[in-house]
């Protein structure tokens, strides 16, 4: 075969791949977006998206801070505007207040008390932390938490990882536990972020009810030899409508080093109220 054969046959198969790359890509907007974006943010994104009880305090201006808080404020009150609509009863919902996915944290019968810091800790040191927005129904032990939104069709988790070798490892414990919650379950592309995350994105349905969610999950290092994993599931009707409050509460996530030893400005928990 000639050269310039190869050169098109090559040309024919990446304008034939292409539409499915992009499709995959544009997979990661609302929710899940938001969420790698929160997890990424390069070198400049690490100090920030590791302090995030700082991030949002001491290392960006008060433009800044004002700009996101409009930001929040404007989904939340799209949200609650939309939940509200006769489209939104009409449609099915998660109930994650009835039934938890059995992810990151066990089935618990402690009671639920309104969001706010969590810092999850191990042999009496502050390990990881992650801030839950004030309306949101959230049950804390010592080693995980996880969060309900108010109306039930969004769920989070964050804990710390055991008996799992690397991250690699970590990812497969998620997939295998949302394997157990979700069937038709679509994956978007893993994703290693520049702070050194490894994620995961996609949408699936719920083998209880049947409704169609979207998720993300990541696992990074909270502390030398000791990893965490957060994770966010969301139901898809409502998933442009968590971009803002998904991202603002990855960016709360502070890791060990921040912890430790230190007097940090915690960021309040997302609520318009605010």
Do not use: C
């Amino acid at each position: 075969m000639s050269k310039l054969r190869i050169l098109g046959a090559v040309a024919l198969a990446v304008l034939l791949t292409a539409p499915n790359a992009l499709a995959r890509g544009a997979a990661r907007g609302g929710m899940r977006g938001a969420v790698v974006g929160g997890m990424a943010g390069g070198s400049a994104g690490a100090a920030k998206g590791a302090k995030a009880g700082v991030v949002v305090g001491a290392t960006r201006g008060v433009a800044e801070r004002s700009a996101d808080r409009r930001g929040m404020d404007s989904e939340t009150q799209s949200r609650d505007e939309y939940e509200s609509s006769a489209e939104y009863e009409s449609t099915q919902h998660s109930e994650f207040s009835e039934a938890a996915p059995d992810i990151l944290t066990p089935p618990s019968e402690t009671s639920a008390t309104p969001g706010g810091e969590a810092i999850l800790t191990k042999d009496g040191k502050p390990i990881v932390a992650i801030t839950y927005p004030s309306d949101w129904k959230q049950k804390t032990g010592d080693e995980s938490v996880s969060a309900i939104s108010k109306k039930g069709n969004a769920w989070s988790a964050l804990a710390l990882l055991d008996g799992v070798k690397d991250q690699q490892d970590g990812i497969t414990k998620l997939r295998q536990g949302l394997g157990k919650y979700l069937a038709d379950i679509d994956y978007d592309d893993l994703v290693k972020t520049d702070r050194g995350a490894l994620l995961i994105t996609g949408s699936g349905k719920g083998k209880k009810g049947g409704t169609d969610v979207t998720f993300a999950v990541a696992v990074f290092e909270a502390a030398p030899k000791q990893l965490a994993g957060v994770a966010f599931i969301v139901d898809k009707s409502v998933d442009e409508r968590y971009k803002e409050a998904a991202r603002s509460i990855v960016e709360t996530i502070q890791v060990e080093k921040d912890l430790a030893g230190k007097k940090h400005e915690v960021a309040k928990p997302i609520s318009r109220n605010n």
